[in-house]
């Protein structure tokens, strides 16, 4: 998987954070594309100091700084290439046997770390900028020239893991293919083909604007978090401007969408949504969403590929009230070639929509008789960071109010669903699990040292001591993870969801340069930043949540399972260990009691309608993911265009079906007032391609908070009422 910036917003602060196409109108004269030339960017300011002491803090802050040799620089020149050109689209194959030629491993990190010499990053950049600028000077004219769409040649949308072309002639074979393809996306769009060749020419255009606006401190940021990655994907540099946007949004204090976003490829992708902001309200978007371009209300879509972060993040924000659209594909479209229009209204975070809520389901028994049981859905792990924050909101304090009301309701159950929970303070995590388990260790923290910090409840009050399923997904990190892993260990909770949670088990720490380098904290000097990091979680019973996260005792199908988005999607990811378990006096629910809700989960995974229609979606889904090319036949596409209707009409129609049944109806609870209806998207167009829906989750028509159809959810009250059923009794016990 290539580098990617998009670390440059997910970061964690130690001891606080867990977790860590339409074109523009704009157009520019052919003649002037033609004209364009390379520029040459130089290293400036204080960019050598900072190289210097990145690469220092590194080898004697970072929790795997041994594992990192000289010898690893081999990787710096390759990760750069995928950086700029992670398609594998513009640069050479021979490029990457020059640099690397001329930049060999360890006399490369002798050069930077003792020289701070930035030229190989220039020079590299500067071959991508003249590859670039070539190669829209080629597509414009050649943009003029006949295509052939009754041809059966094909073209490799993921290039991601392909060789560059080898030479010029090969990659004038690569663009032909891949102009034809653009071209055929709006075609299938019924324009005209002279039309289709004004957008797509336009999209270059914009390209070659976006690469004007790179700068030298862009160059040295993607240079220096090319070797920021040789520890670990969380690991990274902010330029002084980066710098800067993080801290903006560390404080949530600009109007916006409520989403952090990063680039990868050249494309911007949402990395994270925020609870309560409006990309969360909106249930429109999801991690791993692909933003192609950006329009301001009613005005024209402005591409975003090969744009500066940056400028995308300042085109999102915006006044308050105001609407952005946004041209998304989907990350789990079963055609890379879906794509989505979403309408949001700007609006600062609503920290009261992020908090906790709950809602009371009745659920079948074995009888049929319908039941009451609990659900409480917890968006992060929110709460005071400092003992004066006295008048700020506690995931805990919310939590424990919730199970009150519920149980006023008469539930006879709970479950805490923690699926697009990626964490957040570490304190209530470990007071959050203290509700459910009288006193006991709830995480142990290691740094490179190999010293442990255990954090335990103290408190032995326990809010609820009934039946409790925990429901996870890829989604669920960091402290998701510890607090399901810890009441795993504990006995206390049946997990349930997908094949395993995110993964994240490791803790960063944002270091300014200007702290480290004292010519960079001289007043006027603008410095950037380090993100490492330091330390690894373990659960309880010693098991690290790094890499493995927690593995569920009842897994659910889901899409999840087969996209790149677990901890061990990433390159350098630091390894699953575990250390020796801390004293808790308790065991995991017993073999025979999970043996037998398997069984019955298993049962219904093979009989129910719902079940039946998420496995022929996630088949679906597995067959496009295997087809590594798309035709240039115009005909074959339109054929498969109208394949892919007819498939989304009867998934919907079928969800629909199963949505009539009255049981599972549910009645909402929250601890703070209900949250405003959510800002639906504009209708799209009848020829406009969308992706089905294979989720099953989220409801577009309803303003509740939870869908009336969500699988997943029904499968874990399920679960949780066998549970009941058994009668298990917690298996808990005062922790030693």
């Given at each position: 998987?290539?580098?990617r910036?998009?670390?440059?917003?997910?970061?964690?602060?130690?001891?606080?954070?867990?977790?860590?196409?339409?074109?523009?109108?704009?157009?520019?004269?052919?003649?002037?594309?033609?004209?364009?030339?390379?520029?040459?960017?130089?290293?400036?300011?204080?960019?050598?100091?900072?190289?210097?002491?990145?690469?220092?803090?590194?080898?004697e802050?970072?929790?795997?700084?041994?594992?990192?040799?000289?010898?690893?620089?081999?990787?710096?020149?390759?990760?750069?290439?995928?950086?700029?050109?992670?398609?594998?689209?513009?640069?050479?194959?021979?490029?990457?046997?020059?640099?690397?030629?001329?930049h060999?491993?360890?006399?490369?990190?002798?050069?930077?770390?003792?020289?701070?010499?930035?030229?190989?990053?220039?020079?590299?950049?500067?071959?991508?900028?003249?590859?670039v600028?070539?190669?829209?000077?080629?597509?414009?004219?050649?943009?003029?020239?006949?295509?052939?769409?009754a041809?059966?040649?094909?073209?490799?949308?993921?290039?991601?893991?392909?060789?560059?072309?080898?030479?010029?002639?090969?990659?004038?074979?690569?663009?032909?293919?891949?102009?034809?393809?653009?071209?055929?996306?709006?075609?299938?769009?019924?324009?005209?083909?002279?039309?289709?060749?004004?957008?797509?020419?336009?999209?270059?255009?914009?390209?070659?604007?976006?690469?004007?606006?790179?700068?030298?401190?862009?160059?040295?940021?993607?240079?220096?978090?090319?070797i920021?990655?040789l520890?670990?994907?969380h690991?990274?540099?902010?330029?002084?401007?980066?710098?800067?946007?993080?801290?903006?949004?560390m404080?949530?204090?600009?109007?916006?969408?409520?989403a952090?976003?990063?680039?990868?490829?050249?494309?911007?992708?949402?990395k994270?949504i925020?609870?309560?902001?409006?990309?969360?309200?909106?249930?429109?978007?999801?991690?791993?969403?692909?933003?192609?371009?950006?329009?301001?209300?009613?005005?024209?879509?402005?591409?975003v590929?090969?744009?500066?972060?940056?400028r995308i993040?300042?085109?999102?924000?915006?006044?308050?009230?105001?609407?952005?659209?946004?041209?998304?594909?989907?990350?789990?479209?079963?055609?890379?070639?879906?794509?989505r229009?979403?309408?949001?209204?700007?609006?600062?975070?609503?920290?009261?929509?992020?908090?906790a809520?709950?809602?009371?389901?009745?659920?079948?028994?074995?009888?049929?008789e319908l039941?009451?049981?609990?659900v409480?859905?917890?968006?992060?792990?929110?709460?005071?960071d400092?003992?004066?924050?006295?008048?700020?909101?506690?995931a805990?304090?919310?939590?424990?109010?919730?199970?009150?009301?519920?149980?006023?309701?008469?539930?006879?159950?709970?479950?805490?669903?923690?699926?697009?929970?990626?964490?957040?303070?570490?304190?209530?995590?470990?007071?959050?699990?203290?509700?459910?388990?009288?006193?006991?260790?709830?995480?142990?923290?290691?740094?490179?040292?190999?010293?442990?910090?255990?954090?335990?409840?103290?408190?032995?009050?326990?809010?609820?001591?009934?039946?409790l399923?925990?429901?996870?997904?890829?989604?669920?990190?960091?402290?998701?993870?510890?607090?399901?892993?810890a009441?795993?260990?504990?006995?206390?909770?049946?997990?349930?969801?997908?094949?395993?949670?995110?993964?994240?088990?490791?803790?960063?720490?944002?270091?300014?340069?200007?702290?480290?380098?004292?010519?960079?904290?001289?007043?006027?000097?603008?410095?950037?930043?380090?993100?490492?990091t330091?330390?690894?979680?373990?659960?309880?019973?010693?098991?690290?949540?790094?890499?493995?996260?927690?593995?569920?005792?009842?897994?659910?199908?889901?899409?999840?399972?087969?996209?790149?988005?677990?901890?061990?999607?990433?390159?350098?990811?630091?390894?699953?260990?575990?250390?020796?378990?801390?004293?808790y006096?308790?065991?995991p629910?017993?073999?025979?009691?999970?043996?037998?809700?398997?069984?019955?989960?298993?049962?219904r995974?093979?009989?129910?309608?719902?079940?039946?229609?998420?496995?022929?979606?996630?088949?679906?889904f597995?067959?496009?993911?295997?087809?590594?090319?798309?035709?240039?036949?115009?005909?074959?596409?339109?054929?498969?265009?109208?394949?892919?209707?007819?498939?989304?009409?009867?998934?919907?129609?079928?969800?629909?079906?199963?949505?009539?049944?009255?049981?599972?109806?549910?009645?909402?609870?929250?601890?703070?007032?209900?949250?405003?209806?959510?800002?639906?998207?504009?209708?799209?167009?009848?020829?406009?391609?969308?992706?089905?829906?294979?989720?099953?989750?989220?409801?577009?028509?309803?303003?509740?908070?939870?869908?009336?159809?969500?699988?997943?959810?029904?499968e874990?009250?399920?679960?949780?009422?066998?549970?009941?059923?058994?009668?298990?009794?917690?298996?808990v016990?005062?922790?030693?």
């Amino acid at each position: 998987m290539p580098l990617r910036r998009s670390l440059l917003l997910l970061t964690t602060l130690l001891g606080l954070l867990i977790s860590g196409a339409s074109l523009t109108a704009e157009t520019t004269p052919p003649a002037a594309v033609a004209g364009s030339t390379p520029r040459q960017l130089k290293p400036e300011g204080t960019l050598r100091l900072e190289l210097r002491g990145l690469i220092r803090l590194l080898e004697e802050v970072h929790f795997n700084r041994d594992q990192v040799t000289p010898a690893s620089y081999a990787e710096v020149v390759p990760n750069l290439f995928k950086a700029l050109d992670g398609q594998r689209l513009f640069l050479l194959a021979s490029d990457l046997t020059e640099f690397q030629s001329r930049h060999r491993a360890e006399s490369l990190y002798w050069n930077l770390a003792t020289l701070g010499r930035l030229e190989p990053a220039f020079e590299i950049y500067s071959r991508y900028e003249k590859r670039v600028r070539e190669r829209i000077q080629w597509i414009d004219t050649r943009l003029k020239g006949n295509f052939d769409f009754a041809a059966s040649d094909t073209y490799e949308l993921d290039r991601r893991e392909l060789p560059w072309p080898a030479d010029a002639d090969a990659a004038d074979a690569l663009w032909e293919a891949r102009l034809k393809f653009e071209l055929l996306q709006e075609l299938l769009n019924d324009k005209p083909l002279d039309e289709a060749r004004s957008k797509v020419a336009k999209r270059y255009e914009r390209l070659l604007r976006n690469l004007d606006d790179f700068e030298a401190d862009d160059v040295a940021e993607v240079f220096l978090g090319a070797i920021a990655s040789l520890y670990d994907p969380h690991s990274t540099y902010f330029s002084p401007d980066t710098y800067d946007d993080f801290s903006i949004n560390m404080r949530l204090q600009l109007f916006g969408i409520g989403a952090l976003l990063g680039v990868e490829d050249d494309v911007c992708v949402l990395k994270e949504i925020i609870p309560g902001g409006p990309a969360d309200l909106s249930r429109s978007l999801k991690p791993n969403d692909k933003i192609l371009a950006v329009a301001q209300d009613q005005g024209e879509f402005v591409e975003v590929v090969g744009m500066k972060l940056r400028r995308i993040v300042q085109m999102i924000r915006g006044e308050k009230g105001t609407r952005v659209r946004l041209l998304v594909q989907p990350a789990d479209a079963a055609d890379a070639a879906v794509r989505r229009e979403i309408v949001l209204v700007r609006d600062l975070i609503n920290l009261d929509s992020a908090r906790a809520h709950g809602a009371v389901f009745q659920v079948p028994d074995a009888q049929g008789e319908l039941q009451p049981l609990g659900v409480i859905t917890l968006p992060t792990f929110y709460g005071r960071d400092s003992r004066d924050a006295k008048d700020q909101n506690s995931a805990t304090d919310d939590i424990r109010v919730l199970i009150k009301r519920l149980q006023e309701q008469g539930v006879k159950g709970l479950v805490l669903d923690l699926r697009r929970n990626g964490g957040g303070l570490l304190t209530e995590a470990v007071s959050l699990t203290g509700l459910f388990i009288p006193t006991g260790p709830v995480v142990q923290i290691k740094n490179y040292a190999g010293e442990v910090k255990i954090d335990e409840d103290q408190d032995p009050a326990v809010a609820y001591d009934g039946p409790l399923v925990v429901l996870t997904s890829r989604f669920s990190a960091s402290a998701s993870e510890i607090v399901a892993g810890a009441l795993q260990n504990y006995g206390r909770a049946v997990v349930v969801g997908d094949t395993s949670t995110h993964g994240k088990g490791s803790v960063q720490t944002v270091i300014e340069m200007g702290n480290v380098i004292p010519q960079l904290a001289r007043p006027g000097t603008k410095a950037g930043a380090t993100k490492v990091t330091v330390q690894k979680f373990y659960l309880p019973n010693g098991y690290s949540t790094q890499l493995k996260g927690v593995i569920p005792d009842i897994v659910i199908p889901s899409i999840d399972e087969f996209l790149p988005i677990g901890e061990q999607d990433l390159p350098h990811a630091l390894p699953w260990d575990e250390i020796s378990t801390s004293f808790y006096d308790a065991k995991p629910v017993s073999p025979a009691t999970l043996a037998s809700l398997r069984a019955r989960s298993a049962e219904r995974l093979a009989s129910l309608p719902e079940f039946e229609l998420l496995k022929k979606n996630i088949s679906r889904f597995q067959e496009r993911q295997a087809e590594k090319t798309v035709s240039l036949n115009l005909e074959t596409r339109r054929a498969g265009k109208l394949d892919d209707k007819a498939f989304r009409e009867s998934t919907l129609k079928a969800r629909k079906a199963l949505e009539e049944s009255s049981a599972y109806s549910f009645t909402e609870y929250f601890v703070a007032p209900p949250p405003p209806p959510r800002i639906k998207a504009d209708e799209p167009a009848e020829d406009s391609p969308d992706s089905a829906d294979l989720g099953l989750e989220d409801d577009p028509e309803e303003d509740a908070r939870y869908a009336r159809m969500d699988v997943y959810l029904r499968e874990s009250l399920r679960v949780l009422q066998d549970l009941r059923t058994l009668r298990v009794a917690p298996e808990v016990a005062a922790a030693r």
